[in-house]
């Protein structure tokens, strides 16, 4: 089955800072990439996708690259706030008929003012 | 319009106890998620609903749980016997299909005795 690994498991960076977060997958198949972010005490959020007919997706200050030849796809968020401090996960599936997500492990952001 | 919502918010029952957490997708979506997620962790997929259907129950951590779900709608997660390793964060998700964008709900936070 599918494998995802996600770096780093902290990061702490100051206001305005960017942050960058990895992860690699394991399933070829594997076509579509999105990333959740979750605060305390509350369920995932839907802040990003990306689907492997693009490389690179852009929403304001987030970004998602996707790099299909080594299974990799990273988040970055540019020009941090404090309120972007969240935990955040990122995930693989297949997007067609049988589907299921598989999470990686999460990234706890801390913005520092 | 409604997310995804999930009762109780909160659940305390005693070792050896059922319980049953309820899970109410976005109106018009046809595919429904279980994931639970213990504390510091990812989130583990349980099983998915496409209508009323479960076509893979091998998600599920034991044969204490079960899941069904009736008129293509509401969820109902049920674990028997419950036991001190349940303890966690069951998280709900829906999607318009199977393969689209999963919304989640707040969870399930489930502490046993």
């Known amino acids: 089955g599918e494998n995802v690994e996600q770096h780093p498991s902290t990061l702490s960076v100051q206001e305005g800072d960017s942050a960058v977060i990895k992860c690699t997958y394991s399933?070829?198949?594997?076509?579509?990439f999105p990333w959740y972010k979750q605060e305390l005490g509350k369920g995932p959020q839907l802040i990003i996708d990306?689907?492997?007919?693009?490389g690179e997706k852009k929403d304001q200050r987030i970004a998602v690259t996707l790099n299909k030849t080594a299974k990799h796809f990273s988040l970055h968020i540019t020009e941090t706030q404090p309120e972007d401090s969240a935990v955040y996960f990122c995930?693989?599936?297949?997007?067609?008929?049988?589907?299921?997500?598989?999470f990686g492990k999460g990234t706890m952001l801390l913005v520092s003012p | 319009g409604a997310g995804v919502s999930q009762s109780p918010s909160n659940k305390v029952t005693e070792k050896g106890k059922d319980v049953e957490l309820r899970c109410d997708p976005i109106?018009?979506?046809?595919?429904l998620y279980w994931y639970r997620q213990s504390l510091g962790q990812g989130l583990e997929f349980l099983i998915y609903f496409q209508g009323n259907s479960a076509p893979d129950k091998s998600g599920l951590p034991s044969d204490r749980f079960s899941a069904e779900r009736t008129g293509g709608s509401v969820s109902t997660l049920t674990i028997q016997r419950t036991q001190q390793e349940d303890s966690a964060v069951y998280l709900c998700?829906?999607?318009?299909?199977?393969?689209?964008?999963?919304?989640f709900g707040p969870g399930t936070r489930l502490l046993v005795l």
């Open positions: 399933d070829s198949a594997s076509n579509y």
């Open positions: 998700a829906s999607s318009i299909g199977l393969g689209e964008t999963q919304y």
């Open positions: 995930a693989a599936g297949v997007n067609s008929g049988y589907s299921t997500l598989t």
């Open positions: 109106s018009g979506h046809t595919a």
């Open positions: 990306i689907r492997s007919n693009v």
